[in-house]
């Protein structure tokens, strides 16, 4: 069964750094795009980043709404993706979900790939308040 | 950047049709997909490329996409289809995501 699973959340002073995991089982996460959600509390759903597959050179990318302060990675051997919050502000207050994402690539239009999000964890929760 | 539109509530009857929808410019270029996010839990994927609906998901839950608008249709619709509902496409110009801003349909 595919499957993942967040953790690392907490309560953090702002200005303070955090790290969030989210470990997959039954697939290689080497081998898929995956992406960061939140969800502040009564919000909706924003993506803040992912980082592509092994295929598409492991790049990342980030929403500017963090761009600069967080950092996705990933650990093959561990089957791990992290994220790296740093300079917390209260508005980062969330639960935080990680999701894999498959990419597809029209035969006839490369240039046309997207991505969606297939499986998605249970989320940790990230409370920034002094 | 891109912006998604969708009504913030649906209420519906048991048993009958509920549509969801979401506008764009020009979102009928896009592959839009659709996600399920009931109280307390994770977003599920109902929909993607526009129509296609993962394992496990009712054929109730069908999906159209053209102009300005895509459209999430429940069919026959049950208690337990009361939850909200998020569209989303990839943006490859920027290579982001962008969410809608969410649908809670009532029951």
């Known amino acids: 069964e595919v499957q993942l699973v967040e953790s690392g959340g907490g309560l953090v002073q702002p200005g303070r750094s955090l790290r969030l995991a989210c470990l997959g089982s039954?697939?290689?996460?080497?081998?898929?795009?995956m992406s960061w959600v939140r969800q502040a509390p009564g919000k909706g759903l924003e993506w803040i980043g992912f980082?592509?597959?092994?295929?598409?050179?492991?790049?990342?990318d980030y929403a500017a709404s963090v761009k600069g302060r967080f950092t996705i990675s990933r650990d093959e051997s561990k089957s791990i993706a992290y994220l790296q919050m740093n300079s917390l502000k209260t508005e980062d207050t969330a639960m935080y979900f990680c999701?894999?994402?498959?990419?597809?690539?029209?035969?006839?239009?490369?240039?046309?790939?997207?991505?969606?999000?297939?499986?998605w964890g249970k989320g940790t929760t990230v409370i920034v308040s002094s | 950047s891109r912006v998604l539109t969708q009504p913030p509530s649906v209420s519906v009857a048991p048993g009958k049709t509920a549509t969801i929808t979401c506008g764009g410019d020009?979102?009928?270029?896009?592959?839009v997909h659709w996600y399920q996010q009931k109280p307390g839990e994770a977003p599920v994927l109902v929909l993607y490329?526009?129509?296609d609906r993962p394992s496990g998901i009712p054929e109730r839950f069908s999906g159209s996409n053209s102009g300005n608008t895509a459209t999430l249709t429940i069919s026959r619709v049950e208690a337990g289809d009361e939850a909200d509902y998020y569209c989303q496409v990839w943006d490859g110009y920027s290579d982001q995501y962008v969410f809608g801003s969410g649908t809670k349909v009532t029951v």
């Open positions: 020009s979102i009928g270029s896009k592959n």
């Open positions: 039954g697939f290689t996460v080497g081998d898929y795009a």
């Open positions: 980082i592509r597959s092994n295929t598409y050179g492991g790049t990342t």
């Open positions: 999701t894999r994402d498959p990419v597809v690539v029209p035969p006839a239009e490369s240039w046309a790939y997207y991505y969606y999000m297939d499986v």
């Open positions: 490329h526009d129509t």
